[in-house]
């Protein structure tokens, strides 16, 4: 039976955005809060991707809250990049010490939101026929949340299970003796190939892009090496905060220009041997200038080649219709070295595609590939995909899925034009998948709830964006992007890897610094951009 309940604040989504959102709007601004989250559990990505070797590849320094003092000098990271289990339990840490499990209605989906003009609320209804009326609607509903998989036929005849990544059981998989395939090369089969390898009898990847994987060097912290990391908390947080992509990089040349090559090589192995997301930092023109570019791409196949002993294996896994960096780069542990193994193969379907599922396996290029398991690491629909699963209606109805047709368009990547009292947080237009998504998070929240804070002391009932500010934001966001090399990587960053959607780079590419910087020069004039009502 359906029943309406009453809010000033409807916030969708209990990862690490909507958690940090209900506790700001509920218990800084005073404000009746409710937070809807489909899952079971709060932790968003970290409690639906629970596949074998889910990590983070922002370092476990960087990648936590900072806003309360006490939370973080009492959390200790047991590694340098922590693993799914571990991030849970921090979410899990977060929820219980600021009591937001009492407002947090799990296994709840959102199914449509609609702006109401004359009351100015939106009405929120879920998949469990309640209906909730709210002056703000919160979507913390990240950006890699709506898988996809390819529409295969014969799925239903295939005997042996079909999981996608970010649907892993929460009990697991039992792989031990299996014949698993593995669908996709991206972050998220990079990190699950090697753990898979160990377990069962034999291990197919089906590739159809070889990416960029740097060595994560990942490590449990020695005794007492964290605790020594977090007493230097506020200098560490200054420089993530002040820097790019929300980690500090070591200072890099400007380019590979002008330096020989020991100089380059020099450059590129001290951040091979550090690992992670910092190689791309090896030359700050990395992303737009042929030279370094290719000097760092090169360098990577140099070491795929070092450490797959099979060169005709190896040459496959050398990425080359790409720039590095354009597609999302990858993070590995073991993956190459896992194609050493005899029950490890590789097969490109680059020319020969995935077909479809026989009872005994799937078949690509009329190949059958026999399989107990199947594993679609084939990826989301990304930013918008949450967005358009949802149906959205603003003002006099006007879907979101129409506004958006030809791409997204906001302002600031938080608020779209004729959806009044609407914020995204880590929406499209924004920089947050492009770096350390918590630095994002944060700063969204506090921007946003500062903003509602603003709008309730001034008495306004409603705000949305000036058409003109959401179509210069829109541009800029367009034009920064076609100063690098990322419209060329065939990437989730373009919407490539989903069939029909329209081809923007959707995410704000000049960096966090630069995008705090902007926020806040617009909080400081009262909000310019944006029509109060
Ligand atoms: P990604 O990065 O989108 O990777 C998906 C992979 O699946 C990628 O290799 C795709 O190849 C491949 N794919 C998708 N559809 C198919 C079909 N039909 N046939 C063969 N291969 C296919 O998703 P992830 O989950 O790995 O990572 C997402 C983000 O999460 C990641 O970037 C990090 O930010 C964390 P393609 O490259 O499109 O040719």
């Not at 559990?41 to 970290?46: A, E, F």
């Not at 999302?328 to 490109?348: K, P, T």
């Not at 880590?426 to 506090?446: A, D, F, K, R, Y």
């Amino acid at each position: 039976m359906s029943h309406t309940s009453r809010l000033d604040a409807v916030v969708v989504g209990a990862g690490f955005a909507g958690m940090y959102a209900l506790h700001r709007l509920r218990d800084r601004l005073g404000l009746h809060v409710r937070a809807l989250e489909a899952g079971r559990g709060v932790g968003g990505t970290w409690y639906w991707n629970r596949y074998p070797g889910a990590r983070c590849d922002s370092e476990s320094l960087y990648y936590s809250y900072s806003f309360d003092e006490d939370l973080q000098s009492d959390w200790t990271w047991s590694e340098r990049y922590a693993g799914q289990p571990e991030i849970l339990a921090y979410a899990e840490h977060v929820a219980e010490r600021f009591d937001l499990y009492r407002d947090i209605t799990f296994g709840t989906r959102v199914e449509s939101a609609a702006f109401d003009g004359d009351s100015g609320t939106w009405q929120v209804c879920t998949d469990g026929g309640e209906r909730i009326e709210a002056r703000y609607l919160v979507t913390a509903v990240g950006c890699l949340s709506a898988p996809q998989s390819p529409d295969l036929p014969g799925a239903q005849d295939f005997a042996g299970r079909i999981l996608h990544t970010s649907r892993w059981p929460e009990e697991g998989v039992d792989l031990d003796g299996k014949r698993v395939v593995i669908v996709g090369t991206g972050s998220t089969g990079i990190q699950l190939t090697p753990e898979v390898a160990q377990r069962a009898a034999h291990t197919t990847v089906l590739q159809r892009t070889a990416n960029f994987a740097i060595p994560s060097r990942n490590r449990p912290y020695a005794e007492g090496e964290f605790e020594a990391l977090r007493a230097e908390y506020p200098r560490h947080r200054k420089e993530a905060l002040a820097s790019a992509g929300g980690f500090p990089l070591p200072a890099a040349p400007e380019s590979a220009e002008g330096l020989d090559e020991q100089q380059r090589r020099t450059e590129m192995d001290q951040r091979w041997r550090d690992g992670g997301l910092v190689f791309l930092g090896a030359f700050a023109d990395a992303l737009f200038n042929r030279t370094s570019n290719e000097a760092m791409s090169e360098y990577v196949r140099e070491r795929i080649r070092e450490t797959v002993q099979d060169p005709a294996t190896a040459e496959l896994l050398c990425p080359d219709d790409h720039p590095i960096g354009s597609k999302r780069i990858c993070v590995e542990s073991g993956y190459h070295a896992a194609f050493n193994r005899d029950d490890v193969s590789l097969v490109s379907v680059r020319e020969n595609p995935v077909e479809g599922f026989t009872r005994a396996g799937i078949v690509a290029g009329g190949t059958e590939y026999p399989a107990d398991v199947v594993v679609m690491a084939t990826g989301f629909d990304a930013m918008t995909g949450p967005y358009l699963r949802m149906d959205l209606r603003g003002r006099g109805g006007v879907r979101l899925a129409d506004r958006w047709e030809q791409g997204p368009r906001t302002y600031l990547g938080v608020a779209t034009a004729e959806f009044p009292n609407l914020f995204m947080l880590t929406g499209p237009g924004s920089p947050s998948v492009l770096g350390n998504v918590m630095v994002s998070i944060e700063q969204h929240v506090e921007w946003v709830s500062d903003y509602i804070a603003h709008l309730e002391a001034e008495g306004v009932r409603t705000t949305e964006p000036e058409a003109s500010a959401e179509q210069e934001w829109t541009d800029h966001v367009a034009e920064v992007a076609s100063f690098t090399f990322y419209p060329e990587g065939g990437s989730w960053y373009m919407g490539d890897n989903t069939p029909g959607k329209p081809r923007t780079f959707m995410p704000y590419a000049a960096g966090m610094d630069v995008y705090r910087q902007r926020c806040a020069e617009i909080a400081e004039q009262g909000y310019p951009g944006f029509a109060h009502a």
